[in-house]
């Protein structure tokens, strides 16, 4: 087989997940973008271990390694969800600005009542 | 003779000569899977159903394993579908649930600046596949059967990576601790006294302390400490 096939194909599922990640709103679907960008490198790690005929298999080694690591991340990242969800009462990143730059926020003209409602609900929560 | 033939059939042995445009059987699968998984990943970061994604994601990853198995990767495909298909989605749709209460159309699922997006993840998937396509355009894989089986993995797992391997098992350990740490909530440490009386007179839990604590609490949390201030 051509190394070319699954190096492309990992390439552009990358992308789909710079892309997902980039563009969606809720914190979950940004999760499953990191997962698609973590599965892109797990195809990469086992197309080099195929290519190079590694005999420590290190690339499958490390591949299992990611996926254990994906179990951990996406746990722990869930856990951090639903604390955000308890507390704010919304899972948006783009509510999500109490560390943000206030200036930023308020020059910023469709900022501006998303920031307001994020700080009404941190009042009320 | 017969060598000649079999040379032959098997075809040009020069990896310079091994052309794109005749592909064996594995790479015809291999693309025909690959274009399943690209759309089943476009159509997860793409749709307005929340759920619809989680599902598409699964096919997604699905795919991947097929790949996986494919590249002659047999234990890493069963454990990405082990561990992906079974824990993370899962994982993924409990979130998801519990978070988005009304499942359906959600409008806002993307945020208004995804044509940036669109223009960022359209620029990478340019440079990089260009960047592999000109690096690896004559590089062939040997495909050999049980490279990946579970006892080559295994030997190499537990013999060169068993430190790395225990590490992530006491990382996993501190994920799984961390994770149930968060998800008791950091606000009521105290469990809530019970109604019932012990031989003291008193309900149970029914110190000083939390008398304190339930006249500093916020009023939603009132209810449940109301029976220690009664008695």
Redesign the interface.
């Known amino acids: 087989m051509h190394l070319a096939y699954p190096v492309v194909l990992a390439a552009l599922l990358f992308s789909v997940g710079v892309y997902g990640v980039l563009a969606r709103r809720n914190v979950i679907l940004v999760l499953m973008s990191v997962e698609l960008m973590l599965n892109a490198v797990n195809l990469n790690l086992v197309a080099f271990d195929a290519w190079l005929r590694d005999s420590l298999h290190a690339g499958q080694a490390l591949t299992l390694f990611t996926i254990t690591i994906a179990a951990a991340e996406i746990g722990l990242g869930l856990a951090i969800v639903l604390l955000l969800f308890r507390a704010r009462g919304t899972a948006d990143i783009d509510r999500a600005i109490a560390l943000g730059d206030p200036a930023e926020s308020t020059a910023d003209v469709d900022e501006a009542p998303v920031g307001t409602e994020a700080l009404k609900g941190r009042a009320t929560a | 003779m017969s060598a000649a033939a079999l040379l032959a059939a098997t075809g040009p042995l020069d990896p310079a000569a091994?052309s794109?445009l005749s592909p064996?059987g594995?790479?015809i699968v291999?693309?025909l899977v690959?274009i399943a998984?690209?759309g089943s990943?476009?159509v997860?970061?793409t749709t307005k159903q929340?759920v619809h994604?989680?599902l598409w994601?699964v096919a997604?990853?699905g795919g991947?394993a097929v790949?996986?198995l494919?590249?002659?990767?047999e234990?890493?495909a069963w454990?990405?579908v082990l561990?992906?298909l079974g824990?993370?989605v899962v994982?993924?749709l409990?979130?998801?649930m519990?978070?988005?209460a009304p499942i359906g159309r959600?409008p806002?699922?993307?945020?208004?600046?995804?044509w940036?997006?669109?223009v960022?993840?359209?620029a990478?998937?340019g440079t990089?596949?260009t960047l592999?396509?000109d690096a690896?355009?004559t590089?062939?894989?040997?495909?050999?059967a049980g490279?990946?089986s579970a006892a080559?993995?295994g030997a190499?797992?537990f013999r060169?990576?068993v430190l790395?391997?225990e590490a992530?098992s006491v990382?996993?350990l501190a994920?799984?601790v961390?994770?149930i740490v968060?998800?008791r909530?950091?606000g009521r440490r105290v469990p809530a006294p019970r109604s019932g009386r012990i031989r003291a007179g008193r309900p149970v839990g029914s110190n000083g302390t939390v008398a304190q604590r339930a006249a500093a609490a916020p009023p939603a949390e009132a209810p449940e400490t109301a029976p220690a201030e009664e008695s």
């Not at chain 2, 806002?108 to 995804?114: F, G, I, T, V, W």
């Open positions: 091994r794109f064996t594995v790479e291999f693309l690959g998984v690209l990943a476009v997860a970061v929340l994604a989680a994601l997604a990853l991947l790949e996986f494919l590249l002659t990767a234990f890493v454990v990405q561990i992906y824990s993370v994982l993924v409990f979130g998801l519990l978070t988005k959600s806002d699922a993307d945020s208004k600046n995804r940036v997006a669109l960022v993840a359209l990478s998937a990089l596949v592999v396509v690896f355009r590089s062939w894989i040997d495909l050999g490279g990946g080559v993995t190499s797992l060169t990576w790395p391997f992530l990382l996993l994920a799984l961390g994770a968060l998800s909530g950091a």
